[in-house]
């Protein structure tokens, strides 16, 4: 059981972070879906894949989290904020990207970033992922395409203010 285990949680751990969008939050997640995972060893399908089940486990608390935190929001005291949480962004243009990259993911529907999550960041066939949402493959697949082609079109758009073609209105 350990050894299958043990290597997911690097996995587990990104994929946690997608959701959660906050470290600590994500690492309390892995570390719930571990202690369910390892108690509840004995009700998983010998047939089941490991890997799917497990991350099975980590979507659905990770979508009750989010379904409850949506309901009141998070409240942070200042002095318990930690550096990660006052720190600057980078000036640099990886930085840059990075947040551009991390914003269009934000910006793509709940569905549509948990399956391009799965599949491209965590390397889930899409029948795994299909079994991970509890969908059919063929919605993996339409989701998928989707979400690859809005996050194309937010990172090719045009910042804000600048116009390809300069503006022009109708005077009467």
């Not at 949680?9 to 600590?24: F, K, N, T, V």
């Not at 980590?58 to 409850?68: I, K, Y």
């Not at 690859?148 to 804000?160: N, Q, T, W």
Request: charged content about 30%.
């Amino acid at each position: 059981m350990v050894r299958l285990i043990e290597p997911l949680i690097p996995a587990l751990r990104r994929y946690a972070r997608a959701l959660m969008r906050d470290r600590s939050a994500a690492d309390d997640l892995v570390q719930d879906c571990l202690e369910r995972a390892i108690g509840r060893w004995h009700q998983r399908r010998g047939d089941d894949d490991a890997k799917a089940w497990i991350f099975t486990i980590l979507h659905n608390l990770a979508m009750t989290r989010l379904r409850r935190s949506a309901e009141r929001p998070a409240h942070l005291a200042l002095d318990d904020a930690g550096p990660d949480s006052l720190a600057r962004a980078p000036s640099q243009e990886d930085g840059l990207m990075h947040r551009d990259l991390l914003a269009a993911l934000g910006a793509l529907a709940e569905e549509q970033r948990t399956v391009l999550l799965l599949v491209t960041v965590e390397d889930l066939s899409y029948a795994e992922a299909a079994r991970v949402l509890g969908v059919p493959i063929g919605t993996v697949m339409s989701r998928l395409s989707r979400a690859r082609d809005r996050l194309a079109s937010l990172l090719s758009a045009e910042p804000p203010g600048r116009r390809s073609r300069p503006y022009l209105r109708s005077v009467k």
